[in-house]
């Protein structure tokens, strides 16, 4: 079944400004990793957060978790024309007999206009 | 250098066919997985092995088959294809829990 829902689905925004894209899931979960995906391409991904972990940053992106609603938050800062891209939320929560699998969002389609 | 590879990119068939998409990685991860994206974006787990190994088969209809030759490389066959079937297929391998995995390009699978 679906794990986590993202919100906004789409979000447009100018060169310059910051973009907030936040994941909310079911279960619980031993991290939480966000990854890009540019049209017609592959996964990148971009940060892992543990579910020990509060909130983490790499670069011009700022993560956040909170396990007690179940919700992280993706912070892109100072955005580019470049930034345009799908962004997905994925849980890990390794089920003992399922074993390791990410469990992915519904995505946030973002659009930064130069 | 590549870490996850696909091959092809891009493949149209008609229904009914047979046809098979390949993966390596090259990172020596133990775990490589498929998945599978539809047309709304979402993407969902259809298969994962370790070291060879099936660990995971998401109600996946047994017309898809994986098979891994060996822990670098997992492939996928398709028998009798339907149109359902068009999709985007994407590979993947990490190291173990708690890591980051890594994604091929995906293969563009389209039915007609």
């Known amino acids: 079944s679906q794990q986590g829902e993202e919100d906004p689905q789409a979000l447009s925004i100018q060169e310059g400004e910051n973009a907030t894209m936040n994941c909310s899931y079911k279960t619980s979960i031993n991290n939480l990793q966000w990854y890009r995906q540019n049209s017609g391409r592959g996964l990148v991904h971009l940060i892992l957060i543990r579910s020990n972990e509060r909130e983490k940053h790499s670069g011009r992106l700022r993560v956040t978790l909170d396990t007690s609603k179940k919700s992280s938050s993706l912070l892109i800062t100072a955005s580019r024309a470049a930034d345009t891209a799908s962004y997905f939320c994925?849980?890990?929560?390794?089920?003992?007999?399922?074993?390791?699998?990410?469990?992915f969002g519904t995505g946030t389609r973002l659009a930064v206009r130069p | 250098d590549t870490a996850v590879s696909q091959t092809p990119k891009y493949l149209v068939t008609q229904m009914g066919n047979d046809k098979s998409i390949k993966c390596e990685q090259n990172l020596g991860h133990d775990t490589m997985y498929w998945y599978k994206q539809d047309s709304k974006k979402f993407l969902k787990i259809m298969f994962s092995y370790n070291n060879k190994e099936l660990i995971i088969n998401e109600t996946v209809p047994n017309r898809f088959s994986p098979k891994s030759p060996d822990k670098a490389h997992l492939n996928l066959h398709i028998n009798s294809l339907e149109l359902g079937d068009s999709a985007v297929y994407f590979c993947?391998?990490?190291?173990?829990?708690?890591?980051?995995?890594?994604f091929g390009p995906g293969t563009r699978l389209t039915v007609t």
């Open positions: 994925a849980t890990d929560a390794r089920e003992k007999s399922s074993g390791d699998k990410l469990t």
């Open positions: 993947a391998s990490s190291l173990g829990p708690g890591v980051s995995w890594y």
